[in-house]
C-alpha cells in the first residue's frame, strides 16, 4: 500500500460546481500535511498548509482526519484557473515530504 | 526575490556521460532536497540535507551524489547516467523548522540516451 493514496480521477466538473478530493495516508507518525497545485509539467507550488481544526482560504477548505487518516481539499465555486493536478503530501518528523500521486482536476466551461 | 534556480532546465545527454544539475536557493533555508517524476509513479525524493555538510538518502538515491558545502546550494550529480534516469527532476528548500512547505525550482527535464 503507498503511504499517500489519491485518486487519480480526472475529476470533470462545470465551472462554478464545487468538488472534494479525499487522501489517505497509512503512516501514523506523520506530522504536517499539505496541499500544493502542480500545473502541466511545472513545478508544484504550496496551496494550503492542513491542520486538525479545518483550515479555510477563500474558496478552498481543507481538514484533517488523524483518526481515519485522511485529508480532504474541497473547492467550491470552481473557475477554469482551478484545472491542475493537486498533490497531498506528509511530513514526517525529519521534514521528509511523502506525495500522494496527484489528483487531476479539469474544470469546463 | 525569493526563489529556487536549477540548471540546466533542459539537458539530452548520452549514457555514462557525468553531469550535474545545480541547484541554489537565496532564502537561507537550512534543508533541501531533490525529487524526481515520472508518470504514474509521483515525485520521489533522491536526497535531502538538514544542513551544511549533513545528507541523507531518500526513498530512490541508487545512482545519484549529492554534496552540500554551502548553504545555499545543492547539486544532484550523476555519475554514470543510465537512460532510467530520464526524468524530471526538482530541487526544493524549507527553513527546516517542522511544519514548513518546501519551496521548489522550476525543474530540470533530462534525457539520457
Known amino acids: 500500500r503507498k503511504e499517500v493514496e489519491q485518486d487519480p480521477g480526472p475529476f470533470n466538473v462545470p465551472e462554478g460546481a464545487t468538488v472534494a478530493f479525499n487522501c489517505t495516508y497509512s503512516?501514523?507518525?506523520?506530522?504536517?500535511f499539505f496541499w500544493y497545485r502542480q500545473d502541466c509539467r511545472k513545478e508544484p507550488k504550496l496551496l494550503m498548509s492542513?491542520?486538525?481544526s479545518g483550515n479555510e482560504d477563500g474558496r478552498f477548505t481543507a481538514q484533517l482526519n488523524r483518526a481515519s487518516q485522511y485529508i480532504s481539499l474541497l473547492i467550491r465555486d470552481s473557475k477554469l484557473s482551478d484545472s491542475a493536478t493537486y498533490l497531498c503530501?506528509?511530513?514526517?518528523?525529519?521534514?521528509?515530504?511523502?506525495f500522494g500521486g496527484g489528483t487531476r482536476l479539469m474544470v469546463k466551461p | 526575490e525569493a526563489q529556487v534556480t536549477q540548471n540546466p532546465r533542459y539537458l539530452i545527454t548520452v549514457t555514462g556521460k557525468k553531469l550535474t544539475v545545480t541547484c541554489s536557493q537565496n532564502?537561507?533555508?537550512?534543508?533541501m532536497s531533490w525529487y524526481r517524476q515520472d508518470p504514474g509513479l509521483g515525485l520521489r525524493q533522491i536526497y535531502y540535507?538538514?544542513?551544511?555538510?549533513?545528507?541523507d538518502k531518500g526513498d530512490v538515491p541508487e545512482g545519484y551524489k549529492v554534496s552540500r558545502k554551502e548553504k545555499r546550494n545543492f547539486p544532484l550529480i550523476l555519475e554514470s547516467p543510465s537512460p532510467n534516469q530520464t526524468s524530471l527532476y526538482f530541487c526544493?528548500?524549507?527553513?527546516?523548522?517542522?511544519?514548513?512547505?518546501?519551496?521548489f525550482g522550476d525543474g530540470t527535464r533530462l534525457s539520457i540516451l
Open positions: 540535507s538538514m544542513n551544511v555538510e549533513v545528507t
Open positions: 532564502m537561507n533555508h537550512e534543508y
Open positions: 503530501v506528509r511530513s514526517n518528523a525529519g521534514n521528509m515530504l511523502t
Open positions: 492542513v491542520y486538525s
Open positions: 503512516n501514523s507518525a506523520s506530522q504536517s
Open positions: 526544493a528548500s524549507s527553513p527546516g523548522t517542522l511544519g514548513q512547505p518546501q519551496h
